[in-house]
């Protein structure tokens, strides 16, 4: 029986669309074998969503309506397309009775659609930044904004990268299928770079009322799992999934009962998820076991169980938190991590040391407009007894932040900075 449609039928349209905007493309790829149709395709679905759902009510299962609504567009595209009448039967047939046929075995293969879409999304044929724009937009459903901000670069160039992205893929004719030997390993690297962020936009939402939008947590943490046990011998592998899982231990703490965002010091660490640190531990020690020096994925793993294994935050090691940080720096040098390693010094040698690092950083072209720049200055210099210099650049994030959580936090540490002259504590 459908629920009786109200005017908020829209907002349970487009909130639906977002949570199964991946799999319906996924599944509709499958069909008509070209990523850039199945979103136009998907995107029907919406609006066919929008059309009836007012009239008819929002159906009991409206993400399998939108699923089979998007099939049933598959459907007909193909059927039109089909130059023989006895395969327009044959596919016609088999596409409305049964589940799209499987692909031909292989012995490690993966019948995961969404994991076929990341691998289609970072073909060879793209670049390496298209590769990343392209499956965040089909996979995590983010905006051309939100992924912008994810990489700090222009919102305009995200989007030319995505167009050029799908008609590459389509004028290649890229088999949407998940690669094998030595294809795939190529692949992989941009493959977990673009399960970390989609991870991440999950964990401290770019934009929006919330401050966690779980299901791209969870997407990216299942495909997490899925490569580890596809990639037994690939220490990178385990250690994205040791980082996500020490991550996600964290996530029921990060938000109030009012969805406020809860800072790092002031967490409740008895309802981390131990179940969740301890999948972590395990995943981060088989990347260990593996020969090589650690890489990024690893040495980040590796800052989140010093966090872990601090009964309180006042009894983290910094230090070594710090050093991570620097060598992280060495490998993969970035403004954001050079951000980071300044918090953690700061911890461990003091604010005025921290404050040297983040304001080296001042003219970084990368942190302009990334307000947790100013926000970390902000804490610093509350903690340096600067008061007023601190409420204004507590103010200035504010400003710079797309995340209407993130930026009440910075709004109320402003106000309580100006009236109190202390700050609090990152």
């Given at each position: 029986?459908?629920?009786?449609?109200?005017?908020?039928?829209?907002?349970?349209?487009?909130?639906?669309?977002?949570?199964?905007?991946?799999?319906?493309?996924?599944?509709?790829?499958?069909?008509?074998?070209?990523?850039?149709?199945?979103?136009?395709?998907?995107?029907?679905?919406?609006?066919?969503?929008?059309?009836?759902?007012?009239?008819?009510?929002?159906?009991?299962?409206?993400?399998?309506?939108?699923?089979?609504?998007?099939?049933?567009?598959?459907?007909?595209?193909?059927?039109?397309?089909?130059?023989?009448?006895?395969?327009?039967?044959?596919?016609?047939?088999t596409l409305e009775e049964t589940a799209p046929p499987p692909e031909p075995a292989e012995p490690d293969d993966i019948d995961d659609d969404l994991l076929r879409l990341v691998f289609v999304s970072c073909h060879p044929v793209l670049s390496t930044e298209a590769r990343v724009?392209?499956?965040?937009?089909?996979?995590?459903?983010?905006?051309?904004?939100?992924?912008?901000?994810?990489?700090?670069?222009?919102?305009?160039?995200?989007?030319?990268?995505?167009?050029?992205?799908?008609?590459?893929?389509?004028?290649?004719?890229?088999?949407?299928?998940?690669?094998?030997?030595?294809?795939?390993?190529?692949?992989?690297?941009?493959?977990?770079?673009?399960?970390?962020?989609?991870?991440?936009?999950?964990?401290?939402?770019?934009?929006?009322?919330?401050?966690?939008?779980?299901?791209?947590?969870?997407?990216?943490?299942?495909?997490?799992?899925?490569?580890?046990?596809?990639?037994?011998?690939?220490?990178?592998?385990?250690?994205?999934?040791?980082?996500?899982?020490?991550?996600?231990?964290?996530?029921?703490?990060?938000?109030?009962?009012?969805?406020?965002?809860?800072?790092?010091?002031?967490?409740?660490?008895?309802?981390?998820?131990?179940?969740?640190?301890?999948?972590?531990?395990?995943?981060?020690?088989?990347?260990?076991?593996?020969?090589?020096?650690?890489?990024?994925?690893?040495?980040?793993?590796?800052?989140?169980?010093?966090?872990?294994?601090?009964?309180?935050?006042?009894?983290?090691?910094?230090?070594?938190?710090?050093?991570?940080?620097?060598?992280?720096?060495?490998?993969?040098?970035?403004?954001?991590?050079?951000?980071?390693?300044?918090?953690?010094?700061?911890?461990?040698?003091?604010?005025?040391?921290?404050?040297?690092?983040?304001?080296?950083?001042?003219?970084?072209?990368?942190?302009?407009?990334?307000?947790?720049?100013?926000?970390?200055?902000?804490?610093?210099?509350?903690?340096?007894?600067?008061?007023?210099?601190?409420?204004?650049?507590?103010?200035?994030?504010?400003?710079?932040?797309?995340?209407?959580?993130?930026?009440?936090?910075?709004?109320?540490?402003?106000?309580?900075?100006?009236?109190?002259?202390?700050?609090?504590?990152?």
């Amino acid at each position: 029986m459908a629920v009786t449609a109200d005017s908020g039928s829209a907002g349970a349209v487009e909130a639906v669309f977002r949570i199964e905007q991946a799999r319906i493309i996924a599944a509709v790829a499958r069909v008509v074998r070209d990523v850039g149709i199945a979103e136009e395709l998907a995107q029907d679905a919406l609006v066919a969503a929008l059309e009836q759902w007012p009239e008819s009510g929002v159906p009991d299962r409206p993400g399998a309506w939108l699923m089979a609504t998007a099939k049933h567009r598959a459907i007909d595209l193909v059927r039109r397309r089909e130059t023989y009448k006895r395969k327009l039967a044959e596919v016609g047939r088999t596409l409305e009775e049964t589940a799209p046929p499987p692909e031909p075995a292989e012995p490690d293969d993966i019948d995961d659609d969404l994991l076929r879409l990341v691998f289609v999304s970072c073909h060879p044929v793209l670049s390496t930044e298209a590769r990343v724009a392209l499956t965040l937009r089909l996979l995590g459903g983010l905006t051309t904004d939100e992924i912008a901000r994810a990489y700090l670069v222009p919102e305009a160039t995200v989007a030319q990268r995505i167009v050029r992205a799908k008609r590459s893929l389509a004028k290649a004719g890229v088999p949407f299928e998940v690669p094998y030997g030595a294809e795939r390993d190529a692949r992989l690297a941009s493959v977990l770079e673009v399960i970390y962020l989609v991870f991440n936009e999950g964990y401290s939402a770019t934009a929006g009322d919330d401050l966690l939008r779980p299901g791209l947590c969870e997407d990216a943490l299942r495909l997490a799992r899925v490569l580890s046990g596809l990639m037994p011998d690939e220490p990178e592998v385990h250690a994205l999934a040791a980082l996500l899982e020490l991550q996600a231990s964290r996530t029921a703490t990060r938000t109030g009962p009012d969805g406020a965002p809860v800072l790092l010091a002031d967490q409740d660490r008895s309802r981390w998820d131990r179940r969740l640190i301890r999948r972590g531990v395990e995943a981060l020690t088989r990347a260990s076991a593996v020969d090589g020096a650690p890489g990024p994925y690893a040495l980040q793993a590796a800052i989140a169980v010093c966090h872990a294994r601090a009964a309180a935050y006042e009894d983290t090691d910094w230090a070594a938190i710090a050093a991570l940080y620097g060598r992280l720096a060495a490998l993969t040098p970035s403004p954001v991590v050079e951000l980071n390693r300044a918090v953690a010094v700061s911890m461990a040698d003091g604010p005025e040391a921290g404050l040297a690092l983040v304001d080296a950083l001042a003219a970084e072209p990368a942190l302009k407009g990334y307000h947790l720049l100013p926000s970390v200055r902000g804490d610093l210099l509350a903690r340096l007894g600067r008061t007023e210099e601190a409420r204004s650049e507590f103010v200035r994030a504010a400003g710079l932040t797309r995340n209407a959580r993130e930026r009440a936090l910075l709004e109320e540490r402003a106000a309580r900075t100006g009236r109190s002259g202390a700050g609090t504590g990152q």
